[in-house]
């Protein structure tokens, strides 16, 4: 069974500043797709950013970017230019490419994150 | 695009009472639906797969006559959680993986439901 560990339970940065929210997970899949999921108090669940594992290249999504380390088996969100809609909970969530599960998203239990004016 | 909706938004019963709740796919049509159930200040946890056509496949623990799920159609899942208690009470969000495009893989989000039975 996959595990998603997130360390982090929360965490603050300053308005226009940069922060890193870290996320490890446990597999023996060799593929397969990490998420960044952002639920803000509103509770709707919103795709940050996916990265697929058989790419070397980090996945960017403007202000998103991700640290991607497969042999670290490790999947860092960072955030730059924080704005007051950054805040939000974020989860880090893992899902297989194939087979049986197949589809299923494994979530971390999420990092919550409060952008300071 | 990729939207997905869920009714009700908030939904609030007698113990003892079935309570249906909706998730569409607006934009896109899905052949894969989940159903999430997320306790307070809590991750989400994956409750059943739902398949179009076929039946849904529960997660160890999880009731299936308990939860009854159908999808009837590639954009309509509905969940009815059967004679409801108030430890049934919690958030439950849907996902939808679009078929027949290049990112399957993704799920999107309906806004949630929020059931508490009294």
């Known amino acids: 069974a996959q595990t998603v560990t997130q360390s982090q339970p929360e965490m603050s940065v300053q308005e226009a500043e940069t922060v890193t929210l870290s996320c490890t997970y446990d597999?023996?899949?060799?593929?397969?797709?990490l998420f960044w999921y952002k639920q803000p108090p509103s509770r709707q669940m919103i795709l940050v950013i996916r990265q697929e594992a058989y790419k070397q290249q980090n996945a960017t999504e403007n202000r998103f970017s991700v640290n991607f380390q497969k042999a670290a088996k490790s999947f860092s969100l960072k955030i730059s230019d924080s704005q007051l809609g950054d805040t939000a909970m974020y989860f880090c969530?893992?899902?297989?490419?194939?087979?049986?599960?197949?589809?299923?998203?494994?979530f971390g239990k999420g990092t919550k994150l409060s952008v300071i004016p | 695009g990729a939207v997905v909706s869920q009714h009700p938004s908030r939904v609030i019963c007698k113990s003892g009472t079935s309570v249906k709740i909706e998730c569409r796919s607006l934009?896109?049509?899905?052949?894969?639906m989940f159903w999430y159930r997320q306790f307070p200040k809590q991750s989400l946890m994956l409750m059943a797969t739902?398949?179009?056509?076929?039946?849904?496949?529960?997660e160890q623990g999880v009731e299936k006559d308990k939860f009854l799920i159908n999808h009837a159609s590639l954009t309509l899942s509905t969940l009815t959680v059967t004679s409801a208690h108030p430890e049934d009470s919690s958030f439950y969000i849907c996902s939808a993986s679009p078929s027949g495009r290049v990112v399957w893989d993704t799920q999107y989000f309906g806004p949630g439901t929020r059931l508490t039975v009294l």
């Open positions: 934009d896109f049509q899905a052949t894969t």
């Open positions: 739902s398949n179009e056509g076929s039946k849904a496949t529960y």
């Open positions: 969530a893992f899902m297989k490419k194939s087979g049986a599960g197949s589809y299923q998203l494994t």
């Open positions: 597999t023996s899949e060799n593929n397969y797709y």
